[in-house]
Structure formats: structure tokens, C-alpha cells
């Protein structure tokens, strides 16, 4: 986890990029090498909790570690986007990230409930 940087009030499209790119530099240092990389973004595509299940188990088969990363307030940069392996969408509704941490938890949950063939999966 990063702390978000401040954003003032008003500010121009420029200094939010820099912002952006700023957090997207401090995620990036925390990397883990070999990592299976998943970005959680707007322009991701969008899968079933099936879908999403197999697609981790297919993951798990070539990588012993993935890394999902959710950006701050203003997204992420399209540098940690092309550090991504996986692009993941949960919609074109814009979610708060704090609430994002929970929906993905419970997916990533559900997923491996899937995997095993257990009945929280409805």
C-alpha cells in the first residue's frame, strides 16, 4: 500500500497527471519481482465470478505470486498500466478505492470457493 497523494482544490489536468504518475512511481517500488501483475481499471475488461476464478487458477498454474493494484483517487498511470499483465474492469461506475479493496477481497474469496468447488458460490 501507497499513500495517496494530496490533490489541491482546482487542479489543472497537468498536475493531476503528475500526481498520478507520482503514485503510479512509489507503486511500482513495490513490486514484487515475478509478480502476475492485475490492474484493477475503468478501460479493463470485465469478467464473471466464474470467469475470474479459472482465470486465477490459470494464473496460479505459471505464478507462484499475483499482485492486484487499485489506484488512488485519480486512477492510475498508464505507466503501471503497462506494467500490468491483466487489466481488470468491475464496471464503468467509478468506485471509491477504500470500497474497491472490499469488492475485490470478496471476489478474490469467492474465486478460490469456485476453484475448490464449495458452496459459497451462488
Keep these: 500500500?501507497?499513500?495517496?497523494e494530496k490533490i489541491p482544490d482546482n487542479a489543472s489536468e497537468?498536475?493531476?497527471?503528475?500526481i498520478k504518475e507520482k503514485e503510479g512511481n512509489k507503486i511500482l517500488t513495490k513490486l514484487p519481482q515475478n509478480s502476475f501483475v492485475v490492474t484493477l481499471c475503468i478501460e479493463g475488461k470485465e469478467h464473471s465470478?466464474?470467469?475470474l476464478a479459472k482465470k486465477i487458477a490459470d494464473i496460479s498454474m505459471t505464478?507462484?505470486?499475483i499482485t492486484f493494484?487499485?489506484?488512488g483517487s485519480l486512477g492510475l498511470s498508464d505507466t503501471v498500466k503497462s506494467k500490468s499483465a491483466l487489466r481488470l474492469s468491475f464496471g464503468k461506475m467509478t468506485l471509491?478505492?477504500?470500497l474497491m479493496r472490499?469488492?475485490?477481497?470478496?471476489?478474490i474469496y469467492r474465486a478460490f470457493k469456485i476453484?475448490?468447488?464449495e458452496s459459497y458460490h451462488k
Excluded at 1 to 4: G, K, N, P
Excluded at 102 to 107: N, R
Design 1 to 4: 500500500e501507497v499513500a495517496d
Design 14 to 18: 497537468k498536475e493531476m497527471e503528475q
Design 49 to 51: 465470478s466464474e470467469e
Design 63 to 65: 505464478s507462484s505470486h
Design 69 to 71: 493494484i487499485i489506484g
Design 96 to 98: 471509491p478505492h477504500q
Design 102 to 107: 472490499v469488492v475485490l477481497l470478496e471476489q
Design 115 to 117: 476453484n475448490n468447488n
